[in-house]
C-alpha cells in the first residue's frame, strides 16, 4: 500500500463550558473555550468537555471532533455578512488544525495525538445549534452540502494531550473511504437503505451512520 504522509500541528484544544441557546434557552456544548497547557483525554472526550447528551454529542465514539480551520475561509465566502463570527473554534470543535481536509481523512484513520492513539469514526452530523450559533438558518445546510462537517474519533488509549502536539496518521485501513465520500454517498442516494448498504463496507465506520 502507498505510504501516506498526514500530519499537523494542534492549534487550538478547546472544552465547552456550560452554556444555553435558543429563546428557550436549550442546555449546550457548543461554546468552547481554548485550554492552555496538558489536559487528560478520556475514552469520554477532553476532561471536563461539557456535554448534554452523550447519545447525540460525545460518547464513545463521538469523544472528539476535530476541524478543518481552512474550511472557515470557505464559510466566509459563502456568509460574507458573518465573516467576524467564522474563527477556529466557532463551530464546536474540539481541536483545530490546518491542512487536514476531510477529501484527506479516512473512516478508521489512526492518529497519535500527544499521549493519544485516536481513530477516525464518522463524519460530524450538525444538529439546528450551528445555525442558532451563528444566528443563521443556512449554516447546516451549506456545511453538509459541501461536506465540509469535520470529523470524529473514538479514543483507542486515552493521554495527555496539548495545543502544539503534532497529530499524525499511524495507519489507513485498506478499502477506507475519506469523510467526504461518505457524506457524497449518503447525500447521493434518495433511499437511504442503499446508501447504508454501501457505507456497511467502509471499515471502522461508527453504526450510527448504518440507520435509516
Known sequence: MEEISLFAPVDLVLVARKATLGPVKVATGIFKEPVHGPI?????????DFQVDRRVHGGLEKALHHYNADNYTILT????????????????ENI??????????????????G???????????PCWKVNHKYNNAHICAVLVTLG??????RVL??????????????????????VSSV?????????????IAELAKVPALSKEWLKV
Open 183 to 195: 457524506w457524497q454517498l449518503y447525500r447521493a442516494n434518495a433511499h437511504k437503505e442503499k446508501a
Open 115 to 125: 499521549e493519544a492513539i485516536l481513530q477516525v469514526s464518522q463524519p460530524r452530523k
Open 40 to 48: 487528560k483525554l478520556t475514552d469520554l472526550g477532553l476532561e471536563g
Open 157 to 178: 488509549n486515552p493521554g495527555k494531550v496539548q495545543v502544539g502536539d503534532q497529530i499524525r496518521l499511524i495507519e489507513r485501513l485498506p478499502k477506507s473511504m475519506s
Open 77 to 92: 465566502d459563502a456568509f460574507a455578512h458573518l465573516s467576524g463570527k467564522f474563527i477556529p473554534g466557532s463551530i464546536g
Open 96 to 113: 483545530s488544525t490546518k491542512g487536514m481536509s476531510e477529501e484527506q481523512i479516512h473512516i478508521g484513520d489512526i492518529f497519535q495525538f
Open 148 to 153: 465540509i462537517t469535520g470529523w470524529y474519533y
